[in-house]
DNA sequence: TTAAAGATGCTCGAACGCCATCACCTGATG
DNA sequence: CATCAGGTGATGGCGTTCGAGCATCTTTAA
């Protein structure tokens, strides 16, 4: 069978002129070349070269070989290359997986520098998990996951990267705006806007809301934080968002955070990875920015 | 080292599923696959893939290679099935040397039905050579060579494949034209037009005018036949061509061949090739081709 | 519990590389 | 012109190494 080994003969006796030569090259002796291309030869039934003189003239057979080891070694070579880097721990897909949606602004802060410090870095965000956010990681869909609910499980590690406080957001001419806090009861004739989650899972029912037996008059829920902000502003609802969000937003649109009951309702943000990936260094650098983010700016 | 090998397990894994599997379509055990990939891996620093339960999972440097195996792998395959082709005689490139003008209008009727029947051969023409043509074979810049003049010696082969006359070519209004034949001393004064090339090898001259002490008033020298005959046409001088190319002309242009001298100039055209290639099919086929030519117009 | 997957360690044999040598060509030298 | 020396690839024998197989173990999933 035509082994990378063969090829590389070819290309040796080419750069080199002489089989001597080329098996120097190749830290061989000339026999173990001329052994091994004899029997290259039996095998496929032709010859690579003739003897003419004291040089060898390639077949086309040999030509033909020849191209194709030109064209194919360098290959082998770069794919050696790229896998030391794996390796290494210098190149890689990080695929990040989000269970929380207003940290799709966050990530983007940290993602910007992170891409120019591993260059050989592919990151891949991703948000809909066949089997939630903690299968995903088991599964390999993911690498890394941010998530508000950690759950701490042999095999998994997670890391709080950012403290937020969640606040309703309101339009600044909301009959609520002037007041710097809410109670549960004052939404009770309000439309509430929320990201298409289970209730279940959404801090403004399961810390506010459900504890003071409280619900909403309405639920509605939009995917985009913008179009939620946006619904917001213009009266037809209020909102649960993290304030640092909301305080980014007030630039430009006419909205207010209040804080949700007298202590306010206070969150961490995680990020999940497998122990086993605990060595990979382009990963844990990613959590190390989450954590000291560059571009801090106190949220 | 990376191998071939390393990327047929991984191909045959990806195929199968499993190692056992893969181990059975390569006509190997399971545990050869495991300690030539687990070899591999000690090589690389890391790891191809991770056991997850029974079953097998990549890692990003495995994908990396699992890539590259499939984009490799079939490259093999397709070099060795052509040299398979060339070892059978069923592909090459043929050169052709051509050391005789006018034969080019010949050669092309044979290589036109050569290409049909040997599609994967090439064929290519030349017609200028440092050494003569002789020098070319053995040097193999050809790998025949077209010409009139065989030279019989040891590791050439000469075989000839038509026979035709070389006949003057004069204007339908030449004063000779009425003739059917012409004799030395009347080229006397007349403007001869020939090929560029050197005198004693044109048949014109040492078969026909130097034997009789005779030479033309001029001797023009001219690339082309189609230029050639339209300056022969035109009255300017008169040519020496093989007959068959003579009659051909004649339906365009108003031209005369006449018999050089009572028994007329007969020559031979030969196919030269090297010995040490008389085993090539498509070399023969074109040799054989070339003798019984499928559009066989009796020239 | 069982069947099936991969991991492991040992053994054996084929193949691969090296050494010594041969055969051949080429160019220098008398 | 004959000879010789230096360098090329070819060849055959030998030793080592590497690789494949076998038997067995561990783990997983049905």
Redesign the interface.
């Known amino acids: 069978?035509?082994?990378?080994?063969h090829l590389m003969i070819l290309r040796a006796v080419k750069q080199e002129g002489s089989l001597t030569a080329a098996a120097t090259q190749l830290c061989l002796t000339q026999p173990a070349l001329t052994h091994a291309m004899r029997k290259l030869e039996q095998r496929?039934?032709?010859a690579i070269w003739?003897k003419e003189g004291r040089q060898l003239?390639l077949?086309?057979?040999g030509e033909?070989?020849l191209q194709?080891a030109e064209?194919?070694l360098p290959?082998?070579e770069h794919?050696?290359d790229?896998?030391?880097q794996?390796?290494?721990g210098l190149r890689?897909?990080l695929r990040v997986g989000m269970e929380c949606h207003p940290c799709y602004q966050w990530l983007l802060k940290v993602v910007s520098p992170y891409l120019k410090q591993w260059p050989d870095v592919d990151v891949d965000v991703r948000q809909k998990f066949q089997f939630g956010g903690i299968g995903a990681l088991f599964g390999?869909e993911i690498d890394l996951l941010v998530t508000p609910d950690p759950l701490f499980r042999s095999g998994l590690h997670f890391e709080p990267v950012f403290d937020y406080e969640q606040v309703l957001v309101v339009a600044d001419t909301h009959k609520l705006a002037a007041q710097s806090q809410v109670e549960p009861e004052q939404l009770a004739g309000e439309t509430l806007i929320t990201y298409p989650v289970e209730p279940e899972r959404l801090d403004i029912f399961n810390r506010f809301l459900t504890p003071a037996g409280q619900s909403p008059r309405r639920h509605k829920q939009i995917e985009t934080t913008d179009i939620m902000l946006q619904m917001v502003a213009a009266g037809r609802g209020v909102a649960a968002l993290p304030r640092w969000l909301v305080v980014e937003y007030q630039n430009r649109l006419p909205i207010q955070p209040l804080r949700l009951g007298g202590k306010g309702v206070h969150k961490q943000i995680f990020l999940g990875s497998r122990v086993?990936d605990s060595d990979v260094d382009y990963l844990n650098a990613f959590v190390n920015l989450a954590r000291n983010p560059a571009t801090n700016d106190g949220c």
Chains 1, 2 share one sequence.
């Open positions: 069978m035509l082994e990378r080994h496929l039934g032709t003739n003239r077949t086309q057979a033909y070989l194709t064209r194919l290959q082998f794919a050696e790229v896998v030391r794996f390796a290494e890689g897909t390999h086993a």
